[in-house]
C-alpha cells in the first residue's frame, strides 16, 4: 500500500471501519511510512478533541418553556386569528412590511417610468438584502407561536413530511432553490 | 424509575399518538441533552439552540402523526431539529452577508458555556474549545453536520445516512473531507 491509498483509508482506519485483510496492510504500511503515521496522530488528536468537548444540555427551564409554547399553541387553536394579538406581536415587524411594501411599490412606479424593461428586475429584488430579512423577521421562533392558526393543519403536515420524511438534512449537493423554500416552508409552515 | 421509562422510543411515540402525554414527556427527557448539544454546536448560541430544540419538540407534539414506524424516531426528531437549525443559520447569514463584517459570524458571537467549562481538559487538549466551534462553524454545512453527528453526538454511520438522506459511502467521504477541512481552519486559526 503507498501513501496515496493510505490516505483514502484515514477515515476508516481511524474509525475502526476497515476489514481484515485491509486493516493489515494499512498497519504494515503506517510500521513503514512516519509521514502517514504522523498524519494519523493529528487526525486521531482532532477527532479526540471533538470526542471530548463539553456537552452542553438543556437548561432547568427548558421544559417549562416548552409546555409554554405548547400552551400557547392551544390557546391558538381555540382563538384562532386573533388579530389584536397578531399584530400587536408583530407590530414592528408589521410597520417594517408595510413601510417596505411602500418603497418597492414606489421605486417600481418609477422605475417603470424610466426603463419599461422590467426583466431584470426580479433577480436584483430577490438578492436584496431587505427583502430577506423582511421574509425571516415572520418565521423568528420565538415570534411564531402567537401567529400559529388553528386551520392549516394539513399543509402543515404535508410541509412536514416533504422535509422530514422524505427529503431529510440533506440539500442534493447546493442550496437549490427550491430546497430551500422547503427549509423555509418547514419553519413557516405551522403560521 | 419512571413508568415510562421501560418503552422504546418507537413504543413511546405510539403512544403518544394515541394520547398519553406522559409518553410525549418521556421522549422530551430523553432527547432534549442531546438534540440541545447538537443545535448548539451547529449555531454556537446556547439560548437559540434551546429555542430551536423547543420548536423541535413542538412540532413534534402537533405532527406526530406524521411520524412512520419506517424510521427510528431518532432519525426522525434529529432530522426535524437539523432542519429547523439550518433554516435559523442560513437566515443569519442573509442577515449578515451585506453588513460590514463580511467574514463571517463574528468571533464574539461564540459563547462557551460557563458551566461546561474545565480548565484541566482544556489544557489537555491539543486545541481550545471556542477555537474548535469558531472552525465548525466555518465548515460548508454539508461537512458541519457530517462532522457534528458523527464526531460530537457519536452516531454510526448508518444511521447518520438516514438522517442526512445519502448512502453511508457519501457520509464516509463528508467525514473525510470535513475533518480534513477543520483541521485546515485550526491551523489557519493557531497561525493568526
Ligand atoms: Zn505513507
Redesign the pocket.
Known sequence: M??YS??NLLTDYLDNQLKLPLRREAET??R??P???R?VEEMAGLVDALHALPKVSASDSFEAVLMEKISHYHENLQHPRNLRTLFSTHSRTFSAAAALILVMTGTLVIWRGYNPRLENLPSAMNSAPVLSSMGSANTTPSTQQSAMPSKGHTSSSMALKDSSNNKNLDNRDGLGPEDFRNQIQLVNDRR | MRETAKYTDEELIALFQKGDERAYLELVRRYKDRLVNFVFRFVSSREMAEDIVQDTFLKLYTSSHMYKEIARFSTWIYTIAGNLAKTELRKRKRRKIYSIHDMGIDDKEFEIPSDTYNPERESRSAYQEKEIQIAISRLPEQFKTAIILRDIQELSYEEISKIVGVPAGTVKSRINRGRLKLQEILKELKSK
Open positions: 503507498d501513501c493510505f490516505s504500511h503506517l513503514e511510512c509521514v502517514c503515521r498524519k
